[in-house]
Every structure is written in C-alpha cells, then in structure tokens.
C-alpha cells in the first residue's frame, strides 16, 4: 500500500508568494494532521482533520496559512503571503481515526521542505 | 497543549555504548506511543505501550510504561550508528482527545 503522499518535496519561494501544500492521506484513513518542524520549535501540530472536517487549527499560527480538505484523499496547506520565518519542514500524517484519536497510530509523508528566501 | 515532556534533548554516545530516552506526563496516560525519525526523514511509528507497567523489546530496542502510567522510557542496549536520530515519544493531549508529541531526543552515535 502507499504511504501518505506530498508534494512537492521541495519549494523554494520568495517572501510574499503563496506556497500550496500537497497532501494524499493513506486510503480508508479518516484523520488527517498537518505539522510544522523546526530546529527550534521541534513538532508542532497545525491543524487536524476528521472525515474531512477541521477539528482543531488552533496550532495554526496566522491568518496566513490556511487549509483544506475538500474530500477523503486530498489536503492542502496554503500559506499566502509566505514569510522566511515559514522555512520549515512540514509533514502531513493521517490515522485511521475510527475511535479514540489519542491512541491511533499516526502515518507521517516525507514531507516538504520549505524555503523562503 | 503538551502534556508529554522529554529528556534530554540530545544525546551523543560512543558506538556500544546504552542509551535512554524519557518521557513524563503529570497525568495518567491511557497510551504512550514511541516514533523514530531518522536525519532527514519523517517520524515514524515503533510501538505503542498502554498497560501499566507494560514492557516491550524490539531487538535492542526496550519500551516501558511506569506502573502508574505517567512516564516511559525507551532504552536502547549497544547503540550503533543506525541507531542515529530523533527519538518522540506521544501521548494524549490535555483534554485527552487527540495525540500530543513530545519534544524528542535526537541521538548521535559515534563510531
């Protein structure tokens, strides 16, 4: 089976440019999590999804990022207008999300790595 | 919020050397899940422990929950160098209705 899927791997953009996150949750999966990692803030979550609903963005540090999950086995991340502070790594993970969402296994991407020059 | 906390951040050790990793909580964790992240990799899952007291072993690799399910360690027999990178542990979140990561332990080996 396929893992989780992003893309792209890499961007690099110039501040002020909108950057779109790409995410394929695992099939069957209902939970979908967005996170952002840096060497200084470590894993942090943004946002969460079930069954393509938004539960919890309180991780979502501005009015700037946004995101969505139109249906089952697409998210994206959109940061509109990107800021150097964005570089980051940003993984999206997905879990089955069929019970108790604080004991589910989380499948993480390989990520994004982001640059903002 | 957080509610896992680990120590330490980092830690370097000679090939064949052991090698801890704990996570504590101030609260009862109903689970505790462990994940590797290898340099420029993702997190990815190891084991997930939810018995009092539990203790499980993957090859070298030991897991276990305290009695009174507020911390975990993860213990790591003769490090090699494949053994290099970042350690999380995840538990629930304060309101115990989504999973939470620690801040990890990032391990380096040297040969």
């Known amino acids: 089976d396929a893992g989780v899927i992003q893309s792209p791997r890499h961007e690099v953009t110039e501040m002020g440019q909108e950057v779109t996150l790409r995410c394929k949750p695992i099939?069957?999966?209902?939970?979908l999590f967005w996170y952002r990692q840096t060497m200084m803030r470590g894993l942090e979550l943004l946002i969460y999804f079930n069954n393509n609903v938004p539960i919890d963005d309180s991780g979502m540090p501005e009015d700037r990022f946004s995101a969505k999950m139109p249906n089952a086995s697409f998210s994206t991340l959109k940061i509109q207008p990107s800021e150097p502070r964005d570089s980051a790594v940003y993984f999206c993970a997905s879990s089955l999300g069929a019970g108790d969402p604080s004991t589910d296994t989380q499948y993480f991407g390989p990520g994004t790595r982001l640059t903002v020059l | 919020g957080q509610q896992v906390m680990q120590i330490p951040q980092y830690q370097h050790v000679q090939e064949g050397e052991d090698f801890t990793t704990y996570c504590n909580s101030s609260?009862?964790?109903?689970?505790i899940q462990w994940y590797k992240q290898r340099p420029g990799g993702h997190p990815v899952f190891l084991i997930q422990?939810?018995?009092?007291?539990e203790v499980k072993k993957q090859k070298r690799l030991t897991f276990q929950l305290g009695k009174e399910k507020k911390n975990s360690s993860l213990h790591i027999t003769a490090t090699q160098t494949t053994d290099v990178g970042t350690y999380f542990c995840?538990?629930?979140?304060?309101?115990?209705?989504?999973?939470?990561f620690g801040g990890g332990t990032r391990l380096m080996v040297k040969p």
């Open positions: 995840a538990g629930p979140n304060n309101a115990g209705n989504m999973l939470t």
């Open positions: 099939s069957g999966h209902n939970s």
């Open positions: 609260t009862t964790l109903s689970n």
């Open positions: 422990l939810v018995k009092s007291g």
